[in-house]
């Protein structure tokens, strides 16, 4: 999933100067889950800005409303008759979806509600952490299933470095070593011998931004191939 938190709310209310109808707009799906951009949180963010414009004697009307998934333009559409009625949109979607819903109604302005932090998984009730970088590259086939350009400090795809105490990172002491959890994971596993493979550089023109990809099936129709 996609982890992402809110700004800070002086940001975003700084960064609404000018405007006067205002519509904050949820996704339901992976700022729901971290808490920082479902329906709940862009009715709080639209309460705090009514708030806030009462206080500062303002003429500010803010509306809220979630559709499942900003990143998808079938959803988009579900804030067509929002849209027209307001001078500005504060989208809690991630980077992503906020860029898809700036393209879907070019004409208003879409502020970022939240910063995209990274792509990760859920620890605990209110933990998360990055475990991916969508470097179009997979290793995990051969490091045990822990990823070394995320979980390595360095980013190392042959370790580990030289300054690894105990199994713990040099960088970071509170850390474990990536390398030494892929080599633990291996001997597990019975594939200590992976162990012996040397990594060649990382094809930086495999992860090239923007990044796009088309399905096999619709390479057709999209005249690709």
């Known amino acids: 999933m996609i982890v992402a938190k809110l700004k800070p709310f002086p940001e975003v209310k700084n960064m609404l100067v000018g405007y ?8 339901g799906t992976c700022v729901a889950v971290c808490l920082a ?21 303002t003429d500010l009307q803010a509306t809220a409303a979630t559709v499942e998934r900003q990143c998808d333009r079938e959803f988009l559409r579900l804030f067509k008759d929002k849209v027209s009625q307001v001078d500005a949109v ?3 979607a991630c980077g992503a979806g906020i860029q898809f819903l700036s393209e879907e109604y070019p004409s208003v302005p879409v502020i970022p509600g939240v910063n995209t932090s990274f792509i990760g998984v859920a620890e605990a009730a209110g933990e998360w952490t990055e475990r991916c970088r969508a470097c179009n590259q997979c290793y995990l086939g051969i490091t045990g299933g822990i990823c070394p350009v995320t979980m390595c400090s360095k980013g190392l795809l042959n370790g580990p470095c030289c300054g690894t105490v105990h199994g713990k990172c040099e960088v ?23 162990q012996e493979m040397t990594v060649s550089p990382m094809k930086y023109d495999m992860c090239r931004r923007p990044g796009k990809v088309v399905h096999a099936a619709y390479q057709k129709r999209f005249h690709i191939g």
């Open 20 to 27: 006067s109808r205002v519509l904050v707009a949820g996704c």
């Open 37 to 57: 951009g479902g329906e709940k949180e862009a009715g709080i963010l639209a309460s705090q800005l009514m708030l806030a414009a009462g206080i500062d004697k």
């Open 90 to 92: 504060v989208s809690l």
């Open 172 to 194: 970071d002491p509170e850390r474990n070593c990536a390398w030494t959890m892929i080599y633990e994971r291996l001997d597990k596993q019975s594939r200590g011998s992976l």
